[in-house]
């Protein structure tokens, strides 16, 4: 993979992240991809493909992953807070974004969806 290759000085890199991975968690996305400590300089396998680093952004990883580690409840606000940061920062900005439209009678309930396997199609019941 060139683009992650920081030797090359890359300005940008198109990737593709398929949807049938298994869906990551915050900390999987944020830190692994936007870390200061991930950006390795001069390494042909940089994990930090945009060279991203802001330590503001860490401090909020730090918080939220110690938060995690105790089950806290106030896990999912600072893990939504580190997002917004990456977010307005932009280091990484998509092309596309997918849409799934699910169309189900008035008589179907319980109708559920999951990222790894889409439509619960046990949970669904039908009058």
């Not at 918080?63 to 807070?81: D, Y």
Request: charged letters at 15%; glycine letters at 2%; aromatic letters at 10%.
């Amino acid at each position: 993979m060139r683009f992650a290759d920081s030797r090359t000085a890359a300005q940008a890199a198109l990737y593709y992240v398929p949807l049938s991975a298994l869906y990551p968690s915050a900390s999987q996305v944020l830190q692994t991809n936007f870390a200061c400590q991930t950006f390795l300089p001069d390494a042909p396998g940089n994990p930090n493909w945009s060279e991203f680093c802001n330590h503001r952004l860490d401090t909020q990883i730090n918080s939220a992953l110690a938060a995690e580690s105790n089950n806290s409840p106030t896990t999912a606000s600072l893990w939504a807070r580190a997002d917004r940061t990456a977010t307005d920062q932009a280091p990484a900005v998509p092309l596309t974004t997918t849409s799934d439209i699910h169309l189900v009678s008035e008589r179907v309930g319980n109708y559920q969806y999951s990222f790894q396997q889409g439509v619960l199609l046990d949970q669904l019941w039908v009058k």
